[in-house]
């Protein structure tokens, strides 16, 4: 697992798109093969799984309920597989034991599993999501990563909650190789604040993970609630609303022209659903989060060409 110039490819694995029956045995193969755990589950079950896999990176969501137990034994380690996988609860049973340490986290906590050591991991209707990457991306920036196995991360630790927000759309920047690269050391940046970096791995992760997870948070915030502002989003975030202009000015814009491209965009999909058919063109715009009537008249032209009333004419016709 490195990030290298050649070869570089992604891979999509999910059960969605097979029967029932097929389901258990594909994510049997994809453990034996793939994960490098030895998996018993229990029978029958109808297992909703996925896995994106990039070079540097691998990010597994478990979606539907999941009885089983795993283990990494002794004799396993001669595959030199040498990652670690930090995986987040999202409900049901999980234990992880490793070492001298077993862990039992609550939903949302996160637990490291390091492949260098004997393992064993036990679910009981259990849904999580991992992030699995290379040991040595992660060494030079933590104090002793191997020393956090099978240990809990409580769910409100900063790294962890930006670490889940930002690989929800991990395989759209993995499209792009050099967007790739660069989220895959974001990804190492945010595991290693989670697990305890050193004052040096600090530094690193809050100039560079850090502040682009911060950056998808709160643009995730915006367009789920487009009627929030700067001062809401930076209390939300629990930072500045001075660091989050800066935040969108690194990237050469303005959070003003976000929230505006946002909002519109907002606008647009109310006009042209028949579910908001029944409020007014000023109702619209209020929902989306403008203020000034005229105002998001003037935008919504200069945007789309047409005005708001035009739009829902055209979605009616």
Known sequence: MTVGEQNYSSLHFSTRK?????????????????VQLELDAEPNQIVEMEM???????RARMLSSFTACLTRSAPMLADGEDTICLMMKTSGHMAVAQGRHEAVPHRGDGVLLV???????????????SVRVPFTAISPLTRNAAAAAARCIPYNVEALSLLRGYIATLPERFADPQLGRLSASHVYDLVAMAIGATEEGREIASQRGIRAARLEAIKADMVQNTRFNLD???KRQGISP???QMLFEETGTTFSEFALACRLDAASRMLTSPRYAGLSITSVAFEAGFNDLSHFNRRFKRRYSMAPSDMRALTKG
Do not use: C, H, M, N
């Open 52 to 58: 994106f896999l990039a070079p540097g990176l691998r």
């Open 242 to 244: 001075r660091y989050i």
């Open 115 to 129: 492949y260098r050591e004997p393992a064993r991991l036990q679910f009981v209707d259990s849904t999580y999501v």
């Open 232 to 234: 809401q989003l930076a």
């Open 18 to 34: 097979l029967g029932a029956a097929k389901r258990l045995p594909a994510v049997r193969e994809l453990f034996d093969r793939s």
